[in-house]
């Protein structure tokens, strides 16, 4: 079975630019989460898509970021304006059950 | 406000000894407990979980404790070896389709 696939795997940008990340999750899982992981800390939810609903986007910053799921398969998490804070992994997981949630190996954003 | 707090936050443990690591709970609703191992580079990798309803589960050298009433669950790793080095995180959800929670990390080095 394939994992979450997520592309790039490294972006450099500069601030006040914009940038994209791109998630495929598991064949077959219904739920999507986008988490930001900043260094030395635990992953922390910004969004959770079911099918291509949102869920929960509570903790994501909507002046600046924003996600789609689209045809409730792939998804998209974009940042615009990128500021300095925003360094950090964002990690793309999905699940079929309650409370799992299978990651993938992130895309590591510096922005300088 | 973090909903799990995970200590501590660095382990150095020789090779073939005991690692443990504990997390604490105040949310009564959390009812599903998994732990993540995560090497650097890669997203984080489900490696144990555990329901209230159980006070313990092993899976071969990994043991997750587990004490209701004090809200409190850890993760042992018997017979430590260098190839556990890594960063563990404990998380926490309530039942229902509702993201993880996670708590901030420990870094383990196991030597020689």
């Known amino acids: 079975e394939a994992g979450v696939a997520q592309s790039p795997r490294y972006k450099i940008i500069e601030k006040r630019q914009s940038v994209a990340f791109w998630c495929n999750p598991i064949?077959?899982?219904?739920?999507l989460y986008w988490y930001q992981q900043i260094l030395g800390q635990g992953p922390k939810l910004l969004i959770q898509?079911?099918?291509?609903?949102?869920?929960?986007d509570s903790q994501l910053p909507k002046d600046r970021f924003s996600a789609e799921r689209l045809k409730g398969v792939d998804s998209t998490l974009k940042i615009q304006p990128a500021k300095l804070e925003d360094s950090a992994v964002y990690l793309c997981?999905?699940?079929?059950?309650?409370?799992?949630?299978?990651f993938g190996q992130g895309t590591r954003l510096t922005v300088v | 406000q973090q909903q799990v707090k995970q200590s501590p936050q660095s382990l150095i443990v020789q090779k073939g000894g005991i690692s443990i690591i504990n997390c604490a709970y105040e949310?009564?609703?959390?009812?599903?407990f998994p732990w993540y191992q995560q090497f650097p580079g890669k997203g984080p990798a489900l490696l144990i979980a555990?329901?209230?309803?159980?006070s313990e589960k092993k899976e071969g050298r990994f043991t997750i404790s587990f004490n209701k009433s004090a809200k409190q669950f850890s993760l042992h790793i018997m017979d430590s070896q260098p190839g556990d080095s890594a960063t563990y995180f404990c998380?926490?959800?309530?039942?229902?389709?509702?993201?993880?929670?996670f708590g901030k990390g420990t870094r383990l080095s196991v030597i020689a």
């Open positions: 064949s077959g899982h219904a739920t």
């Open positions: 555990i329901r209230p309803d159980v």
């Open positions: 949310n009564t609703a959390f009812d599903y």
């Open positions: 898509f079911q099918n291509n609903g949102v869920v929960d």
């Open positions: 998380a926490a959800t309530p039942s229902g389709n509702t993201p993880l929670v």
């Open positions: 997981a999905s699940s079929s059950l309650p409370g799992e949630a299978f």
